[in-house]
């Protein structure tokens, strides 16, 4: 069954560092996000990606933070430099098609950990 | 601000034993998403319901969307160990927004 992949499951940086979290969304899906969920609190929005640009933000996704699809396949979260605050699971969503009630699939997810 | 309300928090049960969980906003959703996420994982999408009033079946959970699409349940008949985890329920706003709001969630724990 296909599925959302992401690397690494765990990367820990110190603070001030720039981090790449790395994503293959499911190979024919066309809506991409990047979510975030820090110890013991919701699963929270971060970005949405559609057609090689954003489509969405919240306001926790500043400009510390980008997104990119270098090539066909993997799909990218950058933290420029990162802070004590940015550590949390980021989960990474692809979904099928753009309509309204459209579902999303979530990755495993990568760990953060900025120390 | 949409915000999704989970109830209870927190659910210890005995094997075999039926429960509700609930998930409630005053905001309207045009979707509502529920998923199933164990420690260190992310969230396995579970059913989708789109349509005020939908109930969906998958084997022993039942899940249904409120009339007015502000709140959804999910009931489990004769729960199993094996339905232990956090269960989330997420909503996709109205007017255009392609984000999921998600609940704090309930996280059962079935005894056998």
């Known amino acids: 069954e296909p599925e959302v992949t992401q690397t690494p499951s765990h990367q820990v940086t110190q603070m001030g560092q720039e981090v790449i979290l790395r994503c293959v969304p499911i190979?024919?899906?066309?809506?991409f996000y990047w979510y975030r969920q820090i110890l013991g609190q919701k699963v929270e929005f971060l970005v949405s990606?559609?057609?090689?640009?954003?489509?969405?933000k919240s306001e926790i996704f500043d400009d510390q933070f980008s997104v990119e699809r270098p090539d066909g396949s993997n799909f990218t979260l950058k933290i420029r430099s990162t802070k004590l605050e940015d550590s949390a699971m980021y989960f990474c969503?692809?979904?099928?098609?753009?309509?309204?009630?459209?579902?999303?699939?979530f990755g495993q997810g990568t760990r953060l950990t900025v120390v | 601000t949409q915000l999704l309300e989970q109830s209870p928090q927190f659910l210890s049960i005995q094997e075999g034993e039926n429960l509700t969980v609930y998930c409630n906003s005053s905001?309207?959703?045009?979707?509502l998403q529920w998923y199933r996420q164990e420690p260190g994982e992310g969230p396995v999408l579970l059913v989708t319901?789109?349509?005020?009033?939908e109930v969906k079946k998958l084997k022993r959970l039942t899940f249904q969307f409120g009339d007015a699409r502000k709140d959804s349940s999910l009931h489990i008949t004769a729960a199993q160990p094996g339905d232990t985890g956090l269960y989330l329920c997420?909503?996709?706003?109205?007017?255009?927004?392609?984000?999921?709001?998600f609940g704090k969630g309930t996280k059962l724990t079935v005894n056998p």
């Open positions: 969503a692809s979904s099928p098609r753009r309509r309204r009630h459209t579902e999303a699939f």
């Open positions: 997420a909503g996709m706003t109205q007017g255009g927004s392609e984000k999921l709001v």
């Open positions: 990606f559609y057609n090689n640009e954003i489509s969405e």
């Open positions: 319901v789109v349509t005020g009033g």
């Open positions: 190979s024919n899906h066309l809506y």
């Open positions: 905001s309207v959703f045009s979707s």
